[in-house]
């Protein structure tokens, strides 16, 4: 997968040769900036199966959750331009890094803004990425006077 200023993400087969895509998703309005694949494992009736669905960020202010098996799409707009993303590791939640300066927690299921932790990092020049720690308690980013800030997920203070 393969996503760039020109708000295309391209699928590729890494098994052929063919330098081709063989997918592409052309729906952003802007340039991409972020790309993840989430997949989940689950049992159905017994029998194992798995859910896939690839996530991107967008300078145009949407994350969009593409369900290519079901070929559906979800947006979901912050309003602001998003130079980063992540998700917890259960798959629950996304982080977007906005250039207004704000990091917003969003629930992946409905799209409700959870949280918004904004005041201890400096942004707004730069694109500045965001992750989650090892155990989804603390959201970290870079600020722009050089400083990693981390946030706690429930309480907001750095």
Known sequence: ISAGYDGKVCLFDGRSWNAAPIQTLDEAKDSITAVSVWQQQKQQGGSAGATAEIITASVDGVIRYYDLRMGQIRCDDV???????????????????CLDGTIRL?????????????????????????????????VVSGSEDGSVIIYDVVEGNA
């Open 79 to 97: 309003g602001h331009a998003i130079t980063g993303l992540a998700l917890t590791n259960d798959g629950h939640c996304a982080a977007v890094s």
């Open 106 to 138: 969003v629930e992946r299921k409905t799209g409700e803004l959870l949280h918004q932790y904004l005041g201890a990092h400096q942004a707004g020049n730069y694109g500045l990425q965001v992750s989650f720690t090892a155990d989804d308690s603390n």
